[in-house]
């Protein structure tokens, strides 16, 4: 079939789905412009729409094709009836920056005159330029006066200015969610496939949570407005850009030239989680937090950003503040991302034609400065930035060291990276994983698994294999202390560092650039003092910090009018100094289910000292088996060394100032914490969960995720050694390959296979919840991080606790009581065997071959 015929019955079918269809390939491209260069064009109106409309932008592949044709055009070298050297430049210019870059510096050189006028036109509004800036300043230095208009224009933000501001009146029909939406609600793991298919991917928006919602929001628009997306508590949970992505495709705006992706659109929330605030932010999405109670869909509303008002029948039924200050400025470049980007262009510019720094974009509100100290978070960020310390509130811009993605997100990262225009990453550490999709990989998973590699691997990322593990479980491996970092996966917390985990544009701009831009939020800090109880664990204390924060009055379960003093604020923890790097991950990691923006964990030096040696040693050893890119892993293991030769660490200042101080006495935890279904606030001991007369037979258990080290797996199988099948299904998941083989070797799979467990290949498995899932409506014990609706299964209702105290539900089929879990842990894990049982992977105390076999 031809190409037409071909991408006639695609239209067709996706129309069928309600959604555009997809843009052409690089192939596709190919042969629109056979047809294109014919002497007799058929349907010359509809390819050129396809060239103009349906076409990538950045540097994909297609665009490759496309740029290259018109740039041949623009030459003289190929011909189209129905594209003139003046159509090519005009439509290069509408690329975005990338592959059209060089053929338009190209044209400022051409001797017809008016397609270099034209050629400087369209750089004028391009800022995707990167290095190419220095191509056209050297033209300019060498009199070429078309490139000085270039500079010109940039200089004096003309790509800004040519923009309309952001609308001082908005007029909106209200679709509210009442309650609480995470972003699985918004793009559910399940439909994880077809995340980086934006509107096949919007189908699936909020399905799980409301009745219609596709039809509720068809019958809305009839009313003639755009839609707002309204709900008390609005992008909790995963830090997945494809939520914002969804919500713009049903309430934003077409980008020109740009298919299957849309910007604009208006979010407002009682509470709207940082992440998602940021993502909305960084995609021309309007984040506006503002009480909703007297909102309800279909409510025709007119937004006053300017005025902070929401009217309804002209009369003020709310009440905000433009946060940040500089939001009308990122409204109207397309986004926080284009705007610092078009910034740092503008900057670039004034340089080289030796004037000031200018005030044509608004300046971040800075604090006041109150003469405290720093705490931790603060002192990290403000090391990143060259500087002591940054106080909460101010903006800032600091060096993203560390930069992880996952394969469900890691296709929009790719796909953001090409939107960005980059050929290769500016952070010094870039990881991907494939841990999402590894257990049972869709067709569409598989290909990811074939053609991410070459990508991340050209930018001179690192690039892990399916079946190597969890993404946090070996990103923590790469991070050096106190640094900043970020990654596309909401858990993304490092034990040593800091990191504020983002949605996959700005994780994508953090990767190209080395440079994240940030907000400091306030600090909570959690102390704890006293011992650790027998019995006790840390996941424990995981869950101790909200059932202190709830008595404390600083969290509240209810949804409405929600209190959560963690939200959008650095969870500092100080008081277990003495923790190794892998339990501290398991208090940083669940900070993510706080909402905290981010997490430091205070931590003495010889832990960090015993994980980076043990790291250095795995780092070289995936260099020996062939993982890419070997420069990048060196040069990781390198700043490692050359840390350990000077360990320094940072420390709060003892007048530090915090949002609250939470202090938990371990002396007083003396039984397990869970957190109960389906709400990781909801927080209960096991005598009040029996108390309260909760269900407490369970189906199933999981132990498994990034939550989950070799640790935890050894005292599992103690619990477990001995005892026969268990009465619950029983899921075993390593969260690396190497624990893994580890676990193999010292014979406790033996046990799991004893014990009837079905053992999966290391990942997140049912933690993602888009590959196995525990039976509909099953009771779940799980020790992953956390228990949204239907994340483990449809229906699910699940526990979240210790390993420890999975297997006793295991072996009981129920959750036990404080007294028979006590029991049963001290006979099954006595105070002799807890040095071996607890013993972490240090990969420098190993034999060289065993140290291959954990590897290879
Ligand atoms: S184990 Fe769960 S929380 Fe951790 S990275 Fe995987 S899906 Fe996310």
Known sequence: MSLLADYRKHTEERAKLGVPPLPLTAKQVVDLVELLKADKIEEEEYLLDLLNNNVPAGVDDAAYVKAAFLNAIVHEDAHSHVIDRMDAVKILGKMLGGFNVGPLIDGLRNRNVAIAQESADQLKNTILVYADFEVIKELMEHGNLFAKEVIESWANAEWFYNKPEMDKEITLTVYKIPGETNTDDLSPASEAFTRADIPLHANSFLVNRMD???????????????????????????????????????????????????????????????????????????????????????????????????????????????????????????GRVPLIIGKGLTAKAREALGMDAGDIFMTPDIPEDNGKGFTLAQKMVGKACGIEGIKPGTYCEPIATTVGSQDTTGPMTRDEVK??????????????????????????????????????????????????????????????????????????????????????????????????????????????????????????????????????????????????????????????????????????????????????????????????????VLIEELINQGYEDKATLQRRADKMKEWIKNPELLKADPDAEYAAVIEINMNKITEPILACPNDPDDVKTLTEIHEAGLKTEIDEVFVGSCMTNIGLFRANAEVLRGEGAVKAKLWICPPTKMDEKTLQEEGYYSVFGMAGARTEIPGCSLCMGNQASVAQNAYVFSTSTRNFDNRLGKGSQVYLGSAELAAVVALKGKLPTATEYAEIVADKIKPEMTDEIYKYLNFNKVSKEELEAMVG
């Open 212 to 334: 219609k919602p596709l039809e509720t929001m068809a019958e809305l628009k009839k009313k003639g407005h755009p839609l707002a997306y309204v709900g008390d508590v609005v992008g909790t949970g995963s830090s997945r850009k494809s939520g914002i992505n969804s919500v713009q495709w049903h309430m934003g705006k077409d980008i020109d030239g740009i298919p299957g992706k849309r910007t604009g659109g208006v979010v407002i929330g009682s509470i709207i989680a940082p992440i998602f605030f940021n993502t909305a932010e960084d995609s021309g999405c309007i984040p506006i937090q503002a009480p909703v109670d007297k909102l309800e869909t279909g409510d025709v509303i007119t937004v006053k950003p300017f005025d902070g008002v929401i009217e309804k029948d002209g009369e003020v039924v709310s009440e905000f503040k433009i946060e940040p200050n500089t939001l009308p400025d990122e409204m109207r470049a397309g």
């Open 419 to 616: 939107d960005l225009a980059a050929l290769s990453f500016g952070a010094d550490m870039v990881m991907q994983s494939f841990c999402h999709t590894a257990a049972y990989p869709k067709p569409s998973d598989i290909e990811l698994q074939h053609t991410l590699p070459e990508f991340w691997t050209s930018r001179k990322g690192f690039i892990l294999r399916p079946g190597d593990g969890v993404i946090h479980s070996w990103l923590n491996r790469l991070c050096l202390p106190d640094t900043v970092g970020t990654g596309g996966d909401s858990h993304t917390r490092f034990p040593i560092g800091i990191s504020f985990p983002a949605g996959s544009g700005l994780v994508a701009f953090a990767g190209v650039t080395g440079m994240l831009p940030l907000t400091m939020p306030e600090s909570v800090l959690v102390r704890f003092s006293g011992e650790m109880q027998p019995g006790i664990t840390l996941r424990d204390m995981v869950n101790a910090i909200p059932h202190q924060a709830i008595k404390d009055g600083l969290l509240t379960v209810a949804k409405a009018g929600k209190k959560n003093i963690f939200s959008g604020r650095v969870l500092e923890i100080e008081g277990l100094e003495q923790l190794k790097c892998e339990q501290a991950f398991e208090l940083s990691d669940a900070s993510a289910e706080r909402s905290a923006a981010a997490c430091t964990v205070y931590l003495d030096k010889e832990p960090i000292i015993e994980y980076l040696e043990s790291n250095i």
